[in-house]
């Protein structure tokens, strides 16, 4: 299983970025899908994340300027970071916990970071 993230970059404060993740290879089913964030030095903080039923989790710091959506025919993951800010720069994971097989485990996979700066 792979999870292949891209979108990041760099925007002033205010912009806004659109994250994307896509997660191949060997899929029975996914759970949840979310994106993290850790900075140099520190643990990987939950940002969103999303169950299968559509419900959807957010940090405290980005609620009301982060919206995280699913396709589950593409399995795939967005964020949609609006009114970025300079703390928000980091770099930013996704993560989806998977099944490979039916009556397999579910067990947590990520993605390689993409980086997002934000320039006051």
């Known amino acids: 299983v792979q999870l292949q993230a891209s979108g990041g970059g760099l925007v002033q404060a205010g912009g806004s970025l659109n994250l994307s993740c896509a997660a191949s290879?060997?899929?029975?089913?996914?759970?949840?899908m979310g994106w993290y964030r850790q900075a140099p030095g520190r643990q990987r903080d939950m940002v969103a994340g999303?169950?299968?039923?559509?419900?959807?989790n957010f940090a405290d710091s980005v609620k009301g300027r982060f919206t995280i959506s699913r396709d589950n025919a593409k399995n795939m993951v967005y964020l949609q970071m609006n009114s970025l800010k300079p703390e928000d720069t980091t770099d930013y994971y996704c993560a989806a916990n998977l099944k490979q097989r039916r009556g397999g485990p579910f067990d947590d996979y990520w993605g390689r970071g993409t980086q997002v700066t934000v320039s006051s």
């Open positions: 290879g060997t899929i029975f089913r996914i759970n949840t």
């Open positions: 999303s169950s299968s039923d559509g419900r959807a």
